[in-house]
């Protein structure tokens, strides 16, 4: 979609003092942000949301010399100031001489490795990284200014003011990101808890509870490379930001959660409760991590309908929209659960390319009967054993150790609170059964995707594979596929078809669709 033309000058190298060899741009609803490989430029747009308004220079300005100002508190040496977009020499510069045409929040750029929900999906955050996370903030809102002006935010009036705005904006995204039931449940939720709560939030505020805290505390605005930097809190409304702290804390935590990650969320949250010596704050946790979820929700949503967004990235800012509504259904239903999903299906279905994009999308873990089966025989995934139908490591008594492996693995992750995407074969009717229960029994939330092929993609895609042009622990050849073609089970689950012939971006859509309550079942 057309940019702007002053965001399109700035696209070029030359327009910045350091001569960068390249500048990249990402958008949020709110901002343009241009990326050097030293610095980054975040522009904010000229636009009026009710609860932000953007739309003169002088606005744009002072709400930059805020973003400095308050970011500085939890990020030391990130925020390098406010510089000027000014035409020079015929041209528009970033930190030109000129007159400002605009204005711009000059950053360090943290890289991308250092930031925690780049590290959540390399699978290299860990509890310990979790508890010093949870310390820096609980230092910081003990610092935090409180009091006066600050306390009005943490009264019933005014949640119920920010939850009523939420339900307000988010009710023309009824049955496109989320379901009438989930919007009414939720919406019945949130009255419900202030209604029953209403002496613990006026204690929160006679015990100064309400602070000047950060507002938009999510995995992607945390560094964790030399120390704790927190970066790209709300500077645009003080409505948001002054809050309870557990609000701040709870927004982090549901994001770990969104990752896939409630084991993290958990380290998390019980450091943070010590740290910050508040016993009651945690009895409001779960209505915070609803309250935040749902505000991703409609930002997520509010980003699909913009004209300037890419069509690939508003696809993905609806699934993002849809996916946090059904977490803040899950808080409003008592707590996150982690998921289960079970791809199932015959060889060259296309079930571990699903899993994989499923993984990129839901977090967690991603575990394959194939993989099991040579871990368990000690070989490697990439050696393919061509063993015949039924022998070997293929045979009925390894097939059903490799499916009591699976089974065991899959619910240690959800037990500690991972999601987890387990793909195979699963032909008979009685390991899905078992794997069904024994996640149910662990406390998960299951999810059943059935892939399906015809014979003609399934033959190709079985010789790519042994022609070496796929890779993968599979071992399983055209006879194979027959073989196990005549002994497939039909189940008697509630799954989502899912057919190999479709691109993988739409059957990705799908089975979010599917997770979020949005697809019929076959």
């Given at each position: ?55 003169t220079l002088e606005k744009r300005r002072f709400f ?409 622990a599979s071992d399983a050849d055209w006879e194979i ?20 012939q479709r691109p993988l971006k739409e059957n990705v ?14």
């Amino acid at each position: 979609m057309a940019l702007p033309p002053l965001i399109n000058s700035l696209l070029d190298p030359g327009a910045y003092q350091e001569n960068p060899p390249s500048v990249e741009l990402k958008q949020t609803h709110i901002s343009y942000v241009l990326l050097t490989p030293r610095y980054a430029y975040k522009i904010k747009k000229p636009v009026d949301l009710g609860f932000l308004d953007f739309t003169t220079l002088e606005k744009r300005r002072f709400f930059c010399e805020e973003e400095v100002r308050l970011n500085r508190r939890l990020s030391t040496g990130v925020y390098l100031g406010v510089v000027p977009v000014a035409e020079e020499g015929g041209r528009v510069m970033m930190e030109g001489k000129g007159v400002p045409v605009e204005w711009a929040v000059k950053m360090k750029r943290l890289a991308d490795d250092t930031i925690l929900e780049d590290a959540i999906k390399r699978e290299k955050a860990d509890a310990q990284t979790m508890r010093r996370i949870a310390r820096v903030i609980a230092a910081f809102h003990a610092k935090a200014e409180t009091g006066g002006h600050i306390n009005e935010f943490g009264g019933i009036e005014a949640i119920r003011k920010n939850t009523g705005e939420n339900f307000a904006q988010t009710a023309a995204f009824i049955g496109k990101t989320i379901s009438k039931r989930q919007f009414e449940g939720l919406k019945a939720f949130t009255d419900n808890f202030l209604a029953s709560n209403a002496a613990l939030f006026r204690k929160r505020v006679e015990g100064g509870f309400i602070k000047d805290c950060h507002g938009d505390m999510h995995a992607e605005h945390v560094s964790i490379s030399n120390g704790i930097a927190i970066i790209d809190c709300i500077e645009f409304n003080e409505r948001f930001r002054f809050s309870d702290i557990v609000s701040d804390v709870a927004f982090l935590s549901m994001d770990v959660e969104y990752h896939g990650r409630g084991d993290l969320s958990r380290a998390l949250v019980d450091e943070y409760f010590k740290a910050a010596s508040d016993a009651d704050g945690i009895r409001l946790l779960n209505f915070y991590k609803c309250y935040r979820a749902y505000v991703r929700g409609k930002v997520a949503g509010f980003k699909s309908l913009e004209e300037e967004v890419p069509p690939e990235d508003k696809e993905d800012a609806l699934l993002d929209a849809m996916l946090h509504f059904r977490m803040a259904a899950l808080y409003a239903g008592g707590g996150f659960k982690p998921a289960l999903v079970i791809i199932r299906g015959l060889s060259g279905a296309g079930k571990t390319a699903l899993a994989g994009a499923l993984k990129d999308t839901l977090g967690g873990a991603h575990i394959s009967s194939d993989v099991i089966r040579k871990e368990l025989a000690g070989v490697k995934p990439s050696e393919h054993k061509g063993a015949a139908w039924g022998q070997g490591i293929y045979s009925p008594e390894w097939t059903e150790r490799t499916y009591a492996g699976l089974i065991k693995k899959a619910v240690a992750f959800v037990r500690s609170g991972r999601t987890c995407i387990a793909d195979a074969t699963f032909s008979k009717a009685a390991h899905l059964k078992e794997a069904l229960k024994a996640a149910d029994n662990a406390g998960a939330t299951v999810y059943v995707m059935e892939c399906r092929a015809d014979d003609e993609t399934v033959r190709a895609r079985l010789f790519n594979r042994a022609s070496g042009q796929r890779g993968g622990a599979s071992d399983a050849d055209w006879e194979i596929y027959k073989r196990q073609k005549t002994g497939f089970e039909a189940v008697d689950a509630r799954r989502l078809i899912v057919e190999a012939q479709r691109p993988l971006k739409e059957n990705v859509a799908a089975a979010i669709g599917f997770v979020c309550g949005f697809k019929d079942l076959d």
